[in-house]
């Protein structure tokens, strides 16, 4: 199996893709105001969540070309509160409001060396304390209108999600998975998906609820995918030996369970420590793998 890993933009290195040439898209990228990632500017840092729901859809609307008519595009995206302290340099104070040493190291650790929310003007309707944004419907409604067909709103349910201190509000325990697609026939596989019935005698329809536990990895990539969950898009969103992207590699989890299913994989990252993790990663899943890759 012939991979290309790469270190750089999404919107550069797809340019060197034959265009109708990928069976499967499938990403999570950087939720808004959640997370740092590199010091240059990048999704999820726009100035407010608007201009980010406008420039992810952009984002796409750019590789949707590279795509196939009958290719699959799945994405994960989490939403955000208004007025959100995530990353606030106070969050990580003690309770004498001195920084400890492994404050410190975590707050560095998680990129979160200055408030990640964007200081917004409350305006008492979307911009005020406590609101829950919608970001992912945002999106997938902005998706729509630039023509993508959404063929399902999958919930991803995290059972083992960690309880949220919040006193006034129901601890969130779930993620939007988008699945669009460019036109009305496409590549859909439900029998590799399939589940047992209750009854135990046959298979169905696994539904639009998937009871998936997070998986945590070593290094310091705190949002990567759990490969149940991808390696079940990907075994109904593409065939064998087909091609998967994921714009947004992370650590490599599509990577991973691509090769596992016989798929090709490219990966696109700017962060190289990321890539450095997802090669490294990859090479002790499959140590005795002779798989060609490129990367650099």
């Not at 990048?42 to 750019?62: C, D, Q, R, S, W």
């Not at 595009?73 to 969050?91: E, Y």
């Not at 929310?117 to 944004?133: E, H, S």
């Not at 496409?186 to 590799?192: M, Q, T, V």
């Amino acid at each position: 199996m012939n991979h290309q890993i790469l270190v750089g933009n999404t919107l550069n290195h797809i340019q060197n893709l034959p265009k109708d040439s990928i069976d499967l898209i499938i990403t999570s990228p950087p939720y808004w105001a959640k997370r740092r990632y590199c010091d240059e500017e990048e999704i999820g840092t726009e100035a407010t969540p608007e201009k980010y729901v406008k420039n992810l859809t952009k984002f796409f609307k750019t590789l949707e070309p590279y795509l196939k008519k009958e290719g699959n595009l799945f994405i994960n995206i989490g939403d955000t509160f208004f007025g959100s302290g995530a990353g606030a340099w106070n969050k990580y104070l003690d309770k004498q409001g001195n920084v400890t040493k492994y404050q410190k190291e975590r707050k560095e650790k998680y990129y979160t060396l200055k408030p990640l929310q964007p200081k917004l003007k409350q305006n008492g309707k979307l911009y005020q304390n406590k609101q829950l944004l919608l970001i992912p419907s945002r999106f997938a409604i902005e998706m729509q209108e630039n023509g993508w067909i959404l063929r399902d709103d999958i919930i991803w349910h995290k059972p083992n999600r960690i309880p949220a201190s919040v006193k006034d509000r129901f601890n969130n325990t779930y993620e939007h998975v988008f699945h669009f697609v460019k036109s009305k026939k496409y590549f859909f596989d439900l029998e590799a998906v399939k589940i047992p019935k209750i009854s135990g005698k046959g298979l169905k329809n696994p539904g639009d609820v998937w009871s998936i536990k997070t998986q945590p990895l070593k290094g310091n990539h705190t949002a990567t995918f759990p490969e149940e969950l991808v390696e079940k898009i990907i075994q109904c969103g593409s065939p064998i030996k087909g091609t998967v992207l994921d714009p947004f590699l992370g650590t490599g989890t599509t990577w991973v369970c691509a090769h596992r299913l016989s798929r090709k994989c490219i990966g696109f990252d700017i962060n190289k420590d990321f890539i450095g993790i997802a090669v490294s990663r990859f090479e002790e899943y499959f140590p005795n793998d002779n798989s060609e890759i490129s990367k650099n």
